[in-house]
């Protein structure tokens, strides 16, 4: 776990955007600017993905990133790989600590399994990056770019014998991770509706999204 503190004013910033759990964010973010992740009241998880804004088949991999730092968790230091092994973002700031890159995203399908066939119709992340890939055509990302993704703020911790725990947060009320784009990306994030598990305490809850220009 790193803590590390940004040295950013969000007076500063050039945009801010409150994403309400159950929506989405997707928009580019030059090479150069910062992206901050804020939770805002606390124990939320941010679904993640990332794609060259330049061609879209290129896109965060969980294997590169996980195999050249040698650790299956993201914090302040972390360089986000894609699946070509080029760094794409790299995280400069974190005040949570640990971040997962293990336990995927929640869908209708995976809901049923884990928890109740009657959980089919609930809200899951899967559902909310469709819908945005089906209201941005002009990013070109569509369905089959869908693959693996971050978890922000969630806590999916292995243990000794090698097994995954959804666990209770680890993250609280104004903590945040900030990142800076090694190229230009696509930030497609769903603030996951779960409400089966306890990876946002079973009360999702809005996240901040916001951008800095290049610093001078
Ligand atoms: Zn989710």
Known sequence: MTILESKLSPENAVEHHTIGAGDYYFAPLKKGQTLRILDLEGNQAADTL??????VSERYSATDTIREQGNVYLTAGSVLRSNLNNPMLEITADTCGRHDTLGGAC???????????EKRCMHACRDSWMLAVAEHPEYGVSKRDITHNINFFMNVPVTA???????????????YVEMTALMDVLVLMSNCPQLNNPCNGYNPTPVEMIVWDAQA
Do not use: H, P
Request: glycine letters at 16%.
């Open 50 to 55: 990332f794609f060259n804004a330049a061609d």
């Open 161 to 175: 014998e090698g097994g995954l725990t959804f666990a209770d947060g680890i993250s609280g009320a104004g903590k």
């Open 107 to 117: 869908a209708t399908e995976s809901n049923t399994v884990r928890y109740d066939l």
